[in-house]
């Protein structure tokens, strides 16, 4: 299958620091990635919608100026936590589509963030 | 609006149990896909199977095997024979047809944990 990687996969920031994500299509192009947010034992949760070239579209009660999205090539899309804060420590994975007809998304092992 | 229940939390087997996974889930939609997808401890999401509406031919693959119900719109999962390796959470989702619209709708996960 289709391959998606993130990094870094665990990341430890102090509190009020920024964190980027990375999110790549190993070997296909994806003009959407996803993000998604999982916390502790629960479901994963869409964050937003990635388009490659455009502006991301952001679930309802997902503060853009906090999580900001850049999806700047076909391979690429990147997940900026701005002044993050311990409430933003959670588990963080993207996925990409790689068949346009179903839908099938591959998901990358997931960004583990921890804000003191 | 789409919601995908997963009522069994956390569920333990012994090894070489056969056990069943629940899946029910809502649409408008008359055209959907249906997923599930393993999370092993490392966290990242594994894709098992993917189902379209219109089908609704079981499907086995090696100790894997899926029973799509539309009448009842569930889409369950057994494992035969398990073994410790499967121990992971496995999560349903569902996908509208949507023209572009790869959102997955996913469960709140089902806590698998195979016991030597």
């Known amino acids: 299958g289709a391959v998606v990687s993130q990094h870094p996969s665990r990341v430890i920031c102090k509190s009020g620091t920024s964190v980027k994500i990375e999110c790549r299509s190993l070997?296909?192009?994806?003009?959407?990635m996803f993000w998604y947010r999982q916390f502790p034992k629960k479901s994963l949760m869409l964050m937003a919608t990635?388009?490659?070239?455009?502006?991301?579209?952001?679930e309802q009660g997902v503060e853009k100026d906090k999580f900001l999205i850049n999806h700047a090539s076909l391979t690429l899309s990147t997940l900026t936590v701005t002044s993050a804060h311990p409430e933003d420590s959670s588990f963080y994975i993207c996925?990409?589509?790689?068949?346009?007809?179903?839908?099938?998304?591959?998901f990358g092992e997931g960004s583990r963030l921890t804000v003191l | 609006a789409q919601k995908v229940t997963q009522a069994q939390t956390e569920i333990s087997v012994v090894e070489k149990e056969d056990v069943t996974l629940d899946c029910v889930y809502e649409?408008?939609?008359?055209?959907?896909?249906l997923f599930w997808y393993k999370q092993p401890p490392s966290g990242e999401l594994v894709f098992l199977i993917r189902?379209?509406?219109?089908?609704?031919q079981n499907e086995i693959s090696g100790r894997y095997s899926w029973n799509f119900q539309k009448s009842t719109s569930s889409f369950n999962f057994t494992i035969t024979a398990s073994q410790v390796v499967d121990s992971a959470v496995y999560f349903c989702?569902?996908?509208?047809?949507?023209?572009?619209?790869?959102?997955?709708?996913f469960g709140k996960g089902t806590k698998l944990s195979v016991i030597p």
């Open positions: 996925s990409a589509s790689y068949d346009p007809n179903t839908g099938e998304l591959f």
């Open positions: 070997d296909f192009q994806a003009t959407t």
């Open positions: 990635s388009n490659e070239g455009s502006k991301a579209t952001y």
């Open positions: 649409t408008r939609d008359t055209t959907y896909y």
């Open positions: 189902r379209n509406s219109f089908d609704e």
């Open positions: 989702a569902l996908r509208d047809s949507g023209a572009g619209s790869y959102q997955l709708t």
